[in-house]
C-alpha cells in the first residue's frame, strides 16, 4: 500500500454498518470527505460483496449505499489522474438504443481500476442521462466514429455484429512515405492470432513525403492497423508506439497519431434498415483535413 498522498492504494474491511463509505474512505486515506465524493463519481472506488465463488466486486458511486459487515471497500486513487479533464465528444446520431458519436483523441473507450471518468461511455451516460455499454473500442490516440450501445439486448446484438464481422469498418490514417497505389492486403499474424488489413492509397503529397490511406480490417486485434502499417515501412504520422523514435523531426513535427475511424455501416439490430456514419469533415483532426 502507498501512502502517498497524490497515489493511494487502500483495500479496507467493513466491520460496522453504522458507517458510510464516504465516511470511512476519508478517514482511511486523509482526504476530504467532498473528495472522496468526487472521486467515487469518477469511478476509483470499488465494493467487493459475498466471499468465495459468490464474490462481487463493482465500483461503488451510490453515496448512500448501505455497507454490511464482510464487505470490503477498495480505493484506488491517482492524483493526476483524478485531475484529468476529458475531451468532449459530438453525437452523430441519436437511434435511441443506440447513439454514434465522433471521440476525441485522447479519450479512453475503456476504463482502469484507477476511474473511468475520462472514458467515452462514462461522458456520454452522464450527459445522456441512460445506460451505455461499450460494444468496439478506438485508441486512446486515435479519433473518429463509435457506437455505445444503450440497451444491454442491443448492446449484445451490436457486439455479435462486430464480432461476425458484419459491421463495415473503414479507418483513415496518414503514413509517412509513398504508400503503393496497387490495393494491398496485410495478412499477418498480431499476437499469435489472425489479421488481415486492406490498405488503399488516397491520395500522395509529395511535398510532405506522405500518403493518406483508407484501411478495411476484417479483424480487430490490439494496434492492427498500427502494427500493419509499420510493418510496411509505412508508419502512421503521429505514432510514438510503432513509429520512428524521433516524431518532432519530418514534416509533422509533434502531431498526434494520424488516425481515424471514419465510416460505420451496419443493419440496425431493432428495426433491420441499413445504417451508414461518416465522418464530418469538420472535426476531421488536422493535419489529415488538409488531404
Known sequence: MSQSTTHLELHLPVETES????????????????????????????????????????????LQHKLVIGDELHLYYDEAIQSTIPGTPHLIADEGSYSVWFKPQGMYSQGTRWGDHCTINRWVERHLERPTFIVHRLDKAATGLIVLAHKKRTAAALSELFAQRLIDKRYRALVH??????????????????????????????????????????????HQIRRHLASTGHAIIGDRLYGPADTNSGAYPGVDLQLMSAKLAFKNPDGGEQKSYSAPAELIPAPMNTY
Open 19 to 62: 458507517v458510510s463509505a464516504v465516511a470511512l474512505l476519508s478517514e482511511a486515506s486523509g482526504l476530504s470527505k467532498q473528495h472522496i465524493k468526487r472521486v467515487m463519481q469518477n469511478g476509483a472506488v470499488w465494493l467487493s460483496h459475498g466471499k468465495g465463488d459468490t464474490q462481487n466486486t463493482r465500483r461503488l458511486r451510490r
Open 177 to 222: 512515405g509513398q504508400f503503393t497505389a496497387e490495393p494491398v492486403l496485410l495478412d499477418q499474424d498480431i499476437d499469435e492470432r489472425h489479421a488481415r488489413s486492406r490498405v488503399t492509397l488516397i491520395h500522395y503529397n509529395a511535398q510532405y513525403d506522405s500518403s493518406l490511406v483508407e484501411v478495411d480490417i476484417e479483424t480487430g486485434r490490439k
